[in-house]
């Protein structure tokens, strides 16, 4: 008797335990089926590998979602066509820039309302900038603002005070530390969306972590976030600007590729995203049931080799280019992407501002890379270490594999060194990693972007060393940021990237397409013109 | 028994402690700064540095352990570095769903495992004996990671059936624990045969059989009863397992739980919220193995003593 009493009192235990649990605000996941509520309501829902960690568009670095969609730019890039873009006015509705090209005056519009119902006013910018460089409450994306007056200095808390200044209700003006021609493009991008002081003061804490206080002035509000398991935004109905014909955006998040594809060919998410799938990529590119329902963009990435300098076989050219040679990319597209991809040839990925169509192409000759490594005293080859992160994309690690057959082909030995993500960057900010392949995508459409970031004198650029091998060209690169003649600045990097690919200072391997299937009920979406995973839901338009 | 229940739960203050000891030095000593994740791949050495100083990262190290340890003692778990929300609130809100696909999974498992092992134990040799062995057998090798795919393009897209993936009813729920419940099927049904199968040539099964009993209550009331010592433990051990969080089920099925918590603040190196999980997760094993004991003791009165 007394044995199946504990017995029962254990599932009691376990049952009241369960209960409680569930009660504590715990919340199993998005609801699925809206259609018997309400059916004139349009709601997408698209599948996610990875959660965003912040809603803070100040802090989160990698998933530009909330930016986009809750929160409002001075500026907004307009989409013309591939690789071309326009800065237009969106918050700003006009501009001045002075003639030494350091001040710039924004006219703001004056009939933006935040989503608790303030008027967005040019204290608001001021704000945002402050609290930017606040030193005191580093944010991650403070790097996107440095051209501003003071910009680094006060992240040093070296000084309270930045060049962003309130001329009246609707007027802001910003000085820079130097000219600076990317700073428009720069006022576009979703770090430096615009708060409300009054709402973020007011969250403190919660700004960024509770959907109900991060509040911004943009086509949509947040409804809800359970990290690791969905996010979801409706339309903010009192919005500035056009409306968006959605009415509500659900972003599942899944950390299985496979199961996106499977959720998408049952209903369960209407967007895929084929990135998320790429081995189903084939599946739905030459499956006539989805012929229409493809959205194909390319994306501004340059997916690349790196060879630090500082090793010394990497400083003898001929074994750059032996490399370079001995890759077949056009068998890396075929095997990995299944074609939707292109070849690279220079740093710069076509589209990009700066974009020299004219770079020599990349040859594949493996006999020639094979006198080339001879003729450097490498006739057995040698061994090489290149390192990825295991939470890197899943196509970006094959190619290691391949990149392992095709070097091994002329006699390098490969190995291949996987780190989790923190190991990985930590290695790298050392400036001795020995080689990597890695993805870069362009924040803003300006070539500093990416010259800027691998090859600028007075930083090891993420391991590449170029300095140490090239000082003028390296010191070139940091020139050319305050350049104000636009046609002058292009040509100039232009120069700079030939210089670096006759250095061999990057191996450039592929440029991937960025496809999108559709569900039935969607009838289109735009991607951004950088082909970036992330939406703008103003874009999505469904049926009735 | 109190007693005994009493020394058992005073035994656990000091693997709790050595627990925290261990992982916190664990992850002091790996590479990666967590600051260099926090501030993001593109972002400059300012932001990494700002940030380091800000959770006081560069503190000595004996400094943030005694820090963690007295919180800690007081309730108090945290902050998430990457989320910057409440540790015990971020486990509370993954663990209901663990929860659900745990008790799901093991009552899937021991419904089917148990009557499926005494079966095979009384009509061994004979077709259903082997088949239960396959199925079993099948169970334990096929990894979940295949079967999940399998059954969510079987029953989800091609049938129709099921929802594929997430956690918002109770439909959703029958895939994962059916998948995740299987593959415990196996163990426990080969394990309850062959302990069957050792009682059932004990002396008082023949005495029983000798006194005219009918053959169900030999096997239900005598060998099963007899034989069910070890089950305990191995079931005690997969309520462990399985509330720890099933990575990969959490994965294929997106359902956000406290194994994918774990893996994500591991390679974000969010150390409050690895911490916590895993601190969580010990307390869970400890507590069904005490759960277990308890259990024997009811179950075997000799181990009381």
């Known amino acids: 008797m007394k044995k199946i009493l504990i017995l029962l009192l254990g599932m009691v235990l376990l049952l009241t335990a369960f209960a409680g649990c569930t009660q504590n605000g715990a919340d199993p996941g998005p609801p699925d089926d809206d259609g018997d509520k309400e059916p004139a309501r349009k709601v997408v829902r698209v599948g996610y590998d990875t959660d965003m960690s912040s809603m803070d568009p100040q802090r989160e670095t990698r998933f530009w979602m909330v930016g986009l969609n809750v929160f409002d730019t001075l500026l907004k890039v307009e989409t013309l066509g591939l690789g071309e873009t326009e800065l237009v006015p969106h918050l700003a509705k006009s501009w001045d820039v002075s003639d030494d090209g350091l001040v710039y005056t924004f006219q703001l519009r004056d009939d933006v309302y935040f989503h608790n119902g303030d008027k967005l006013t040019a204290s608001d910018v001021v704000y945002t900038m402050y609290r930017l460089f606040d030193p005191a409450d580093p944010k991650g994306n403070a790097w996107y603002a440095s051209p501003i007056e003071g910009a680094r200095a006060m992240r040093r808390g070296e000084t309270d005070e930045v060049g962003v200044v309130a001329l009246s209700e609707f007027t802001v003006e910003f000085t820079l530390e130097a000219p600076n021609a990317a700073f428009l493009a720069i006022m576009s991008t979703a770090p430096t969306s615009i708060l409300s002081e009054a709402a973020t003061e007011a969250a403190g804490d919660d700004f960024g972590t509770d959907p109900a206080k991060t509040i911004g002035s943009g086509p949509f509000t947040i409804l809800n976030w359970v990290p690791n398991n969905y996010y979801s935004f409706v339309k903010n109905e009192d919005y500035w600007g056009e409306k968006p014909d959605l009415d509500e955006a659900i972003v599942k998040i899944v950390p299985e590729p496979d199961t996106l594809s499977l959720m998408f060919m049952a209903g369960e998410i209407d967007i895929l995203d084929l990135d998320k799938a790429t081995s189903q990529t084939k599946y739905f590119t030459e499956n006539p049931v989805y012929k229409d329902k493809l959205v194909v963009w390319q994306r501004m990435q340059s997916i690349y080799l790196q060879l630090n300098f500082l090793e010394k076989k990497f400083q003898d050219l001929r074994v750059r280019e032996a490399i370079s040679l001995a890759i077949d990319r056009q068998g890396i597209i075929n095997s990995i992407w299944q074609g939707a991809a292109t070849p690279l040839h220079g740093v710069l990925p076509n589209g990009l501002l700066g974009f020299n169509p004219d770079l020599p192409k ?124 636009h046609g002058e600045r292009i040509a100039g990097y232009q120069e700079v990237e030939k210089q670096i690919m006759d250095d061999w200072g990057w191996i450039p391997l592929v440029v991937p397409d960025h496809i999108w299937v559709l569900a039935d009920n969607v009838v289109s979406y735009d991607p951004l013109w950088n082909g970036w995973a992330d939406m703008d839901f103003t874009t999505v338009k469904m049926k009735d | 028994m109190l007693k005994y229940i009493i020394k058992r739960v005073l035994i656990t203050i000091p693997i709790l402690l050595s627990v925290i000891l261990i992982v916190f030095f664990a992850l002091n000593v790996i590479p990666g700064s967590p600051a260099e994740v926090m501030a993001g791949e593109k972002a400059d050495q300012a932001a990494i540095d700002a940030i380091t100083e800000e959770w006081r990262l560069n503190d000595p190290v004996m400094v943030r352990f005694w820090h963690y340890v007295t919180n ?234």
């Open chain 1, 362 to 485: 990349m040859e594949y000759n493996v006999a020639r890379a094979k006198e080339l490594l001879t003729e450097a005293g490498y006739p057995n080859g040698f061994e090489m270490t290149m390192y990825r992160t295991a939470s890197g994309t899943n196509n970006v690690n094959a190619v290691f594999e391949i990149l392992q057959a095709q070097l091994g082909e002329i006699g390098i030995t490969v190995k291949i060194e996987t780190m989790d993500n923190a190991t990985y960057v930590a290695h790298r900010n050392t400036g001795e990693m020995e080689a990597s392949v890695m993805p870069w995508a362009a924040d803003f459409n300006d070539p500093d972007n990416y010259l800027g970031t691998f090859f600028a004198a007075g930083s090891h650029g993420r391991s590449i060393n170029y300095e140490s091998f090239n000082p003028e060209a390296a010191q070139r690169v940091v020139e050319l940021k305050s350049v104000n003649d």
């Open chain 2, 72 to 305: 800690v003692v007081k309730g108090d778990f945290g902050t998430s570095y990457k989320l910057r929300m409440n540790v015990s609130q971020q486990i509370l809100n993954a663990f209901p769903n663990t929860l659900k696909l745990a008790v799901a999974g093991l009552f899937f498992a021991w419904i089917v495992g148990i009557p499926a092992g005494v079966i095979s134990a009384v009509k061994r040799n004979t077709f259903i004996d082997h088949f239960f062995m396959g199925f079993s057998l099948f169970g334990i090798s096929v990894p979940v990671f295949f079967s999940a795919l399998l059954a969510q393009w079987i029953f989800g897209v091609k049938l129709g059936w099921l929802p594929v993936a997430g956690l918002s009813s109770w439909q959703h729920l029958i895939m994962p624990a059916v998948v995740v419940g299987w593959a415990s099927t196996g163990s426990v049904t080969r394990l309850v045969r062959s302990n069957l199968l050792g009682v059932m040539r004990h002396d008082f099964i023949r005495t029983a059989r000798a006194k005219g009993l009918p053959e169900g209550r030999v096997i239900m009331g005598h060998a099963l009863k007899n034989s069910l010592l070890t089950v305990i433990t191995v079931m005690a051990l997969q309520i462990a397992t399985m509330l720890g969080g099933a990575v990969v089920t959490e994965s294929v099925f997106g359902i956000a739980g406290l194994g994918r918590i774990t893996v994500d603040a591991l390679s974000s190196r969010d150390m409050p919220m690895l911490q916590g999980a895993i601190l969580f997760q010990t307390m869970l094993i400890v507590g069904a193995n005490l759960i277990a004991d308890i259990m024997y003791s009811v179950v075997d009165p000799r181990i009381r003593v």
